[in-house]
């Protein structure tokens, strides 16, 4: 399984940026999909995570400013994020998790979004 993220820039604060990452490879159910942030310092923490049967969880610091989303058909998860602050600048990262057994982690590489205040 592939991850191929894309979509981030510059936006300032109160803006808002689409983010998009394209899972290819040979996919099985259950799974979890899910979007991680790293900022500068900080440790890689979770943002949003999405179920194959479309349960969605978010971080407390999404606060109802970003919604997780996925086209199945395509197997293409974005997130949407809406009123952007200074502190949501990081580098996304898109993860795939196969439930199985056995467990396996599939990561893409990061997109940058950065914030101007």
């Known amino acids: 399984v592939q991850l191929q993220a894309s979509g981030g820039g510059l936006v300032q604060a109160g803006g808002s940026l689409r983010i998009s990452c394209v899972v290819t490879g040979s996919i099985r159910s259950p799974y979890i999909r899910a979007w991680y942030r790293r900022s500068p310092g900080k440790q890689r923490e979770l943002v949003a995570r999405?179920?194959?049967?479309?349960?969605?969880v978010y971080a407390e610091f999404v606060e109802g400013r970003f919604t997780i989303s996925e086209d199945t058909a395509k197997n293409v998860l974005f997130l949407q994020m809406n009123a952007l602050t200074a502190e949501d600048t990081a580098e996304y990262s898109c993860?795939?998790?196969?439930?199985?057994?056995?467990?396996?982690?599939?990561w893409g590489q990061g997109t940058q979004v950065t914030v101007s205040s």
């Open positions: 993860a795939h998790h196969e439930l199985g057994p056995p467990l396996r982690m599939y």
């Open positions: 999405i179920s194959n049967d479309g349960r969605e």
